[in-house]
C-alpha cells in the first residue's frame, strides 16, 4: 500500500512562489509515475504535471513555463516549484503515483491509484 503526504501549501499573493513537496511511503515498483493534479471549487480534477522515475517530466499547458516538477534528494519525494502564480491557480493540490505504465499515463484521474489527501494554494490578486 502506497501513501502519499503532501506539504507545503499555504496563501501567497499573485506573482509569488510556493513549493509543494510530497513523501511517499510503501512499495512501488521501481517504473513508477509520480504527479500532481489539482481541484478549484467546483471544478474538475486537473493534470498539472509528473515525473516518470526515469526523469522523463511531463507538464499541463498551463503548468509550462510556470511550474517545475521534480524529485528530491531521496527517491520517495517530489517536489513542484511554482512560479508566478496567479489566482486561477488557486486549487487543492493533490499528489499522485502509479506503477502501471511505462512512463506517466495520460492525464486522467483514474490512471492513478494512489492519491494524497491535499494540500490547499490559495492565491489572491
Known amino acids: 500500500q502506497v501513501q502519499l503526504v503532501e506539504s507545503g501549501g499555504g496563501s501567497v499573493q499573485a506573482g509569488g512562489s510556493l513549493t509543494l513537496s510530497c513523501v511517499m511511503s510503501?512499495?512501488?515498483?521501481?517504473?513508477?509515475?509520480m504527479g500532481w493534479f489539482r481541484q478549484a471549487p467546483g471544478k474538475g480534477r486537473e493534470w498539472v504535471a509528473g515525473?516518470?522515475?526515469?526523469?522523463?517530466?511531463t507538464y499541463a499547458d498551463s503548468a509550462k513555463g510556470r511550474f517545475t516538477v521534480s524529485k528530491g534528494n531521496a527517491k520517495n519525494t517530489l517536489n513542484l516549484h511554482m512560479n508566478s502564480l496567479e489566482p486561477e491557480d488557486t486549487a487543492m493540490y493533490y499528489c499522485?503515483?502509479?506503477?502501471?505504465?511505462?512512463?506517466?499515463?495520460?492525464?486522467?484521474?483514474?490512471?492513478?491509484?494512489?492519491w494524497g489527501q491535499g494540500t490547499q494554494v490559495a492565491v489572491s490578486s
Open positions: 515525473i516518470y522515475s526515469d526523469g522523463r517530466t
Open positions: 510503501g512499495y512501488i515498483d521501481d517504473g513508477h509515475c
Open positions: 499522485v503515483a502509479d506503477d502501471r505504465f511505462l512512463g506517466c499515463p495520460s492525464s486522467q484521474p483514474g490512471n492513478f491509484r494512489w
